[in-house]
């Protein structure tokens, strides 16, 4: 009896969920705007995800050597790794 109720408990959420997945397929919401439709992705943003300001361009090699020598210079990359060290 138990695997007779589970058995069409089953079948009734398949049906279910097929019965779904069509409706929700066909159609677009009447909601949604036009623009979210079409859009292709993201806008740039002036800010990045971590709150600063987002970098238009890419750093060269000798202006990332800089940042780590100012780091270095005034204690930041100690900090750094003093806090990043482990557990230690």
Not at 16 to 27: N, P, V
């Amino acid at each position: 009896m138990k695997t007779v109720l589970i058995l069409c408990g089953g079948m009734l959420c398949l049906t279910a969920m097929q019965a779904y997945a069509q409706e929700a397929g066909t159609s677009v919401s009447a909601a949604t705007p036009e623009t979210v439709i079409n859009s292709e992705g993201p806008g740039m943003s002036t800010n990045s995800m971590s709150g600063g300001m987002a970098m238009t361009h890419s750093k060269t090699r000798a202006e990332v050597y800089q940042d780590l020598v100012r780091s270095q210079q005034n204690g930041d990359a100690q900090r750094l790794n003093d806090l990043f060290k482990g557990g230690n």
